[in-house]
């Protein structure tokens, strides 16, 4: 006896309900689509497997889709080293594009500064006139302490033969220009010093500002 009758069904309906029931099981027990790998060796061989290729485990190797496009992408298998290695190498890029972005600060600072050439000249010579002040009143303040040990000196002539019946108070003074005399020295030396610094400074800075202040005039010709 038909089982049709007995569930309600009609003969369409319970066909297309074991059509639909048969698609379904079928669809469950269909194999997976195998994933397809692919990579270039080191020799310069493009490979492609059903697995992770072998030849390619220090290098990148990708999973296509049946399509043929890229689905997923697998990086190389790296030793502690390598990782080193590569992290080392990330830390290095970022420091190094933090001092172009710095770099990049101060050269804006600059030219926002000394938009052009003559600004920068007088103020390096505005710098350099300061410490040219100091400088002279410290050569000033030599020559006054040279006199007032010439002056001492003379006194002293008087004890050539026997310098220790000299006066406590005179030993002391000439002891005290003589102190005095070195310090001027090492002040004069550092103003030395200091002017050094101030043209390198201005010279560096030049440096940078010349290519810049051609680019602005570059510009402003092409406008």
């Known amino acids: 006896m ?13 066909a297309a309900l074991l059509g639909a029931i048969c698609t379904t099981l079928a669809a469950q027990t269909t194999a997976p689509t195998p994933e397809i790998y ?9 490979l492609t497997s059903d697995r992770k290729i072998a030849e390619c485990v220090d290098r990148e190797q990708q999973i296509l889709n049946p399509s043929g496009t890229v689905k997923a992408r697998i990086g190389p298998n790296l030793t502690a080293q390598e990782h080193n290695d590569i992290e080392t190498k ?5 420091q190094e594009r933090t001092r172009l972005e710095e770099d990049k600060k101060r050269d804006r600072a600059l030219l926002i500064r000394y938009p052009n050439k003559s600004l920068h000249q007088k103020e390096r010579a ?21 006199a007032e040990r010439g002056k001492l000196l003379d006194e002293m ?3 050539t033969k026997d310098p220790s019946k000299a006066p ?31 043209n390198a400074r201005f ?21």
């Open 38 to 46: 692919t990579c270039i060796d080191a020799k310069g061989r493009k």
């Open 2 to 14: 038909p089982l049709t009758p007995r569930l309600g069904l009609t003969r369409p309906l319970a």
């Open 168 to 198: 406590v108070r005179l030993r002391q003074q000439l002891d005290a220009v003589a102190q005095a005399l070195a310090a001027q020295g090492r002040f004069l030396a550092d103003k030395d010093n200091e002017m050094a610094r101030t």
């Open 90 to 94: 990330a830390r290095a890029m970022q």
């Open 126 to 146: 505005e710098s350099l006139r300061q410490v040219m002040l100091v400088k002279q009143a410290a050569v000033l303040r030599v020559t006054e302490l040279l």
């Open 157 to 159: 002539a008087f004890y």
């Open 203 to 223: 010279d560096e800075e030049l440096s940078r500002l010349q290519p810049l202040w051609n680019m602005n005039a570059a510009a402003k010709t092409a406008k």
